[in-house]
């Protein structure tokens, strides 16, 4: 099974987050124990301000197995068409397309997908299975 990763779960344990950072732990290593992790090239580069060089976020998303998994032509269809829906509803710009493009992307190069945003996922792409680190449980 694969599970595509959301920025905030890695966040939650890189930076750490009192608040999230024993659920997003717990969620990631069950995800990584069930098959493989992944993030998107979006996901990437929210990572790097973290991060004092590349060579050392490289490394730390190889010791955590984590691949990066670029988006492609199709994902980017699905986030358009997404973010359109979201435009034509009155979105504000509390969204903006990078946040279409993590979903799109966990919907066609995942299994599942493992974040904080319980709400927005679920409204805009309501197939995806998803892991909420803030609940530590499973919503199918």
């Not at 595509?4 to 890695?10: E, F, G, K, P, S």
């Amino acid at each position: 099974m694969i599970t595509a990763v959301d920025t905030n779960i890695l966040l939650d344990i890189f930076l750490p987050d009192k608040k999230f950072i024993e659920s997003s732990t717990n969620l990631l290593k069950t995800a990584f124990d069930q098959g493989g992790l992944i993030i998107c090239d979006i996901v990437y580069a929210e990572l790097v301000p973290q991060f004092k060089n590349r060579p050392l976020l490289d490394q730390t998303l190889e010791v955590l197995n984590i691949s990066i998994s670029s988006l492609g032509n199709d994902t980017a269809y699905l986030a358009g068409e997404k973010w359109g829906q979201y435009k034509e509803k009155g979105g504000k710009r509390d969204r903006i397309i990078t946040d279409f493009l993590i979903g799109a992307h966990a919907v066609i190069k995942a299994d599942r997908f493992l974040t904080r945003d319980r709400g927005f996922y679920k409204s805009y792409f309501p197939d995806l299975v998803m892991l909420y680190s803030n609940h530590g449980r499973r919503d199918d």
